[in-house]
């Protein structure tokens, strides 16, 4: 994401594949849907204005409407269409929010996949170091206890497949709530929360919170102490917290 100024920047992404009969969708919903070159599928997209540090998302998205309804609404019946919410972190110091409360995935129509990177520095775009491992961990609340889970892989399909089976067992203990933060030393700590994983969520009316913010390499360490003093959103600061 190109575009600095803002501390988060937010897209909406609609996906339905030509083979899958978008054409209904396509024109009963006039989203500016459009066929990338050489593509099979119909696409649209809607900037999702974020103005505050610590954003209430489903507050944003409910403004993207349509014919009188948000846009996951009037896509809650459209099981040909994919949508995804892309967020993307300014490289700032201090941790920006962006959250989902629970209320609201369980109300607001339909799942969605979400994506979340940390822009790179305009300094650090042409650098031809390698990227410093990221640091992305997971926190979760259970029956009042915290669990904090670290991940450390320099590669994405490690943190990935890392991060999927956290998530899977902070659902598994009945988390009531979930956070995510992204701690971008030089690489972009890119993650992607699956469509079938926010469903559960929605399921468990479980709040998720992800948090995105780079760091200077030798500041990193600082920082991790930093983060480990502060609360839990919305909580005060549980008992129990471990770190695997």
Known sequence: MDDQDHDLSCRLFGFSRADAG??????RLDLGWGRPKRGDYSVFTVDIPVDDRRADLGEALDRATHDGQTILEALATEA????????WFAPRIAPTSAIFSGQWLKDCGRS??????????EEEADDP???AVDRV???WLSDDQSRTVEIIESEAPQRQTCLNRTLHDAIAERASSVRIDLEASAGIAGIVIPAPLVQRFREGDVQLEIRGWRTAPEAHRSSLDDLDSQPHPSR???????HP
């Open 112 to 121: 969605f996949e979400i994506w979340a990177e940390v822009d790179l520095a």
């Open 236 to 242: 005060a600061t549980p008992e129990g917290t471990t």
């Open 80 to 87: 040909d269409v994919d949508v995804d919410v892309v967020l």
């Open 137 to 139: 961990a997971v926190t």
């Open 129 to 131: 170091t390698p990227p």
């Open 22 to 27: 978008p054409s209904s969708v396509v024109s």
